[in-house]
């Protein structure tokens, strides 16, 4: 049974860093195709795609956030960092971590509110 | 910037049959761009119905379908429950990275 579970602060500043944590299980990060993937939803918004992880350390992200993320992977402990620099307001979401496999996001986690503000 | 556009709301009787659409900015969606569907309730994470354009998860039901419409991809819901009411999402995939579409609210009326 394949879990996954964001895990970060709630409330950040503006200008500072956020640190999410992906931790799962019932997959391992090492078997090829397998992926993590960051996304996120605004309140009352639509999906936004952020960043993606692949069991080889490939990593891709989202063009319009590029400069800003960092995601990192420890199949050991079975976890995916993202790093977000930066925040703003603009950037207060649900954040959600999925599985990707076979080029289809099958499980999610159940997600994060994280707020921005001073 | 792509862009990916659905129709923002589509209104379905109970028992009908609805199609969802999923445009690309860059031109046709092909088998290329893996198009996958999402369903999302009020309060709930996302939860896959389709990838790869027309492969089913195993919890997804029979009613739901994928495919290649008119170089869209398109999601058809056949015999529609009141339980399908809920936002759709499609996510398309272009050259490393991947782009979700606005969304389209569906209503079971």
């Known amino acids: 049974q394949i879990t996954l579970k964001e895990s970060g602060p709630t409330v950040v500043r503006p200008t500072q860093t956020l640190t999410l944590t992906c931790t799962f299980s019932?997959?391992?990060?090492?078997?090829?195709?397998?992926?993590v993937a960051w996304i996120r939803q605004p309140p009352g918004k639509a999906l936004e795609w952020l960043a993606l992880?692949?069991?080889?350390?490939?990593?891709r992200f989202s063009p319009s956030l590029k400069s800003r993320l960092t995601i990192t992977k420890d199949t050991s402990r079975n976890f995916v960092v993202l790093t977000m620099t930066n925040m703003d307001p603009v950037d207060t979401a649900t954040y959600y971590c999925?599985?990707?496999?076979?080029?289809?996001?099958?499980?999610w986690g159940q997600g994060t509110l994280v707020t921005v503000s001073s | 910037q792509t862009v990916v556009t659905q129709e923002p709301s589509l209104t379905v009787s109970p028992g009908g049959t609805v199609t969802l659409t999923c445009a690309s900015s860059?031109?046709?969606?092909?088998?290329?761009?893996?198009p996958n569907w999402f369903q999302q309730k009020p309060g709930q994470a996302p939860r896959s119905l389709i990838y790869?354009?027309?492969n089913k998860q195993s919890w997804t039901p029979a009613r739901f379908s994928g495919s290649l419409l008119g170089g869209e991809a398109a999601l058809t819901l056949s015999g529609v429950q009141p339980e399908d009411e809920a936002e759709y999402y499609c996510?398309?995939?272009?050259?490393?990275?991947?782009?979700f579409g606005g969304g389209t609210k569906l209503t079971v009326l």
């Open positions: 019932g997959f391992s990060l090492t078997t090829t195709g397998v992926g």
């Open positions: 860059t031109g046709a969606v092909t088998s290329a761009y893996y």
């Open positions: 996510l398309l995939y272009y050259a490393g990275a991947w782009v």
């Open positions: 999925a599985h990707l496999r076979s080029s289809g996001y099958d499980y």
């Open positions: 790869s354009t027309s």
């Open positions: 992880i692949y069991w080889d350390d490939d990593k």
